[in-house]
């Protein structure tokens, strides 16, 4: 089986997340895609807590019925989220299977600064997808959480960034107020 793992913070998810995963699984014909929300995020970034997070992936996931799964491992884990142990982990799991890690293009100027970065490139083949208008053709958003986060008292923009059942559990737990 060909295993797509697209990490992140997710705080929250939002319709470039989303895009990500439909391009990956398509594109590259993955066979199933684990989205992992990280558990502690390496570069000490503060985030909702996690339960919110997995919770909110899971309802902007649910639409790919047995495709995407959301994976707690990293909170199983325990400790700050590190890249490379949490793919060490997940190949013990899935012998077998080949594991790709899926990122987003904006993440390449960042990437030589992940911990044993060229044990990851070296072990898991990675699959990037262009975000940003930057990229030639066809894109994903660039979309930020952060972004998000600013703005998160306008309901009505959530609602058109992300899916209904995120927005509305925003709303309901008074996230990001």
């Given at each position: 089986?060909?295993?797509?793992?697209?990490?992140?913070?997710?705080?929250?998810?939002?319709?470039?997340?989303?895009?990500?995963?439909?391009?990956?699984?398509?594109?590259?014909?993955?066979?199933?895609?684990?989205?992992?929300?990280?558990?502690?995020?390496?570069?000490?970034k503060?985030?909702?807590?996690?339960?919110?997070?997995?919770?909110m992936?899971?309802?902007?996931?649910?639409?790919?019925?047995?495709?995407?799964?959301?994976?707690?491992?990293?909170?199983?884990?325990?400790g700050?989220?590190?890249?490379?142990?949490?793919?060490?982990?997940?190949?013990?799991?899935?012998?077998?299977?080949?594991?790709?890690?899926?990122?987003?293009?904006?993440?390449?100027?960042?990437?030589?600064?992940?911990?044993?970065?060229?044990?990851?490139?070296?072990?898991?083949?990675?699959?990037v997808?262009?975000?940003?208008?930057?990229?030639?053709?066809?894109?994903?958003?660039?979309?930020?959480s952060?972004?998000?986060?600013?703005?998160?008292?306008?309901?009505?923009?959530?609602?058109?960034?992300?899916?209904?059942?995120?927005?509305?559990?925003?709303?309901?737990?008074?996230?990001?107020?």
């Amino acid at each position: 089986m060909k295993l797509g793992i697209l990490g992140g913070s997710f705080d929250p998810p939002h319709f470039g997340h989303i895009l990500l995963a439909s391009w990956a699984i398509t594109g590259f014909d993955l066979d199933k895609l684990l989205v992992i929300p990280c558990y502690k995020h390496p570069f000490g970034k503060k985030l909702t807590s996690f339960n919110h997070r997995f919770k909110m992936c899971e309802l902007a996931f649910k639409r790919f019925r047995g495709l995407v799964s959301v994976s707690d491992i990293e909170k199983k884990m325990g400790g700050v989220s590190k890249t490379i142990t949490t793919l060490k982990k997940l190949s013990s799991k899935y012998k077998n299977d080949k594991l790709f890690l899926v990122i987003g293009s904006d993440i390449l100027k960042e990437l030589n600064t992940w911990y044993k970065i060229q044990e990851i490139k070296k072990n898991y083949e990675i699959i990037v997808v262009p975000r940003g208008k930057k990229s030639e053709g066809l894109y994903i958003p660039d979309i930020k959480s952060r972004n998000i986060r600013k703005k998160i008292d306008r309901i009505d923009l959530i609602a058109k960034i992300t899916t209904k059942s995120v927005a509305s559990y925003i709303k309901r737990h008074s996230l990001y107020d």
